[in-house]
Each structure stands twice: as C-alpha cells, then as structure tokens.
C-alpha cells in the first residue's frame, strides 16, 4: 500500500509548489474558521462586510493558481516520457513520466476543488450574516 510521500515523490519537483499551495490554502481555511466561525457566529460579533468576504480573492488564487501548477507538471511528466520512449528505454520508466503527470493534476485539482468547496460554503455564510444585518438595520429604524 502506497503512503501518501510515495505519491508525492511519484509527481516530481511539481508537487514541492503544490505542497506550498496546500500548506497556505490550510492557512487561510483556519484563518477563515477563526474569523468567521469563531468570532461572527459563536460570539456574535458584528464584523465588517469585508471581513465576512476577505476570503474572495485568496481562495480565488487557490482555485486558479494549482491547476495550473499541475498542468504543468503534465506537461513536464509527458515530455519526460517522450524523452525517454526517445531513448529507447523500457516501459517502466516511460510509465514513471506518465505518473508525473497524473499526479500533479490529481493533487493541482484537489487544491482547487476544496478551495472552491469552501469559497460556496463562506459566501452562502457570508450572504446570510448580510440578510441578518439588514433586517436588524430594518428593525432598528422601523
């Protein structure tokens, strides 16, 4: 059974800024918990509507930036295997560029995919914690 360090070796130098994305994308979600969660819903507190969206534009980076980092690693994977089908080597390593490129899709588009998952769940949050604002505005000056 394969560990998840084999398949980041089996993606090439691609995957280290892949690696990175994750880190800072794991960064902002508990940043955004803490803010939004912690601090908007458990106690309360009135936050601006820029807090409540300060996560628009980073998860847009996430969303945007690793699959095109796996996309390159595709590339680079195929070439790789190209060169060496070229020199006449056998399967196995041909197979090893081609592991190079599914990996670094499959973990380019994974990024993607929770940072996108995320930004629907914060916007709906944020949206409601607007409605509410308002209707509490609307009370205050009925």
């Known amino acids: ?5 084999d398949y980041f070796e089996l993606g090439g130098f691609m995957m280290w800024p892949l690696l990175i994305c994750s880190i800072l994308l794991g960064a902002v979600l508990i940043e955004r918990s ?12 009135q936050l601006k509507a820029r807090v409540w969206r300060g996560h628009e534009r980073m998860l847009k980076f996430f969303e945007e930036v690793p699959p095109g980092l796996g996309l390159l690693g595709t590339i680079v994977g195929v070439v790789q295997s190209f060169h060496l089908a070229d020199g006449g080597l056998a399967g196995e390593h041909v197979g090893s560029g081609l592991a190079v490129a599914c990996m670094t899709t499959i973990f380019g588009l994974s990024i993607a995919l929770v940072a996108t998952v995320v930004r629907y769940l914060l916007d709906g949050v944020a949206s409601k914690a607007a409605m509410d604002a308002t209707e509490k505005e609307a009370r205050v000056h009925s």
């Open 1 to 5: 059974m394969m560990r998840l360090w």
């Open 34 to 45: 803490l803010v939004i969660g912690l601090w908007g819903i458990v106690f309360g507190k």
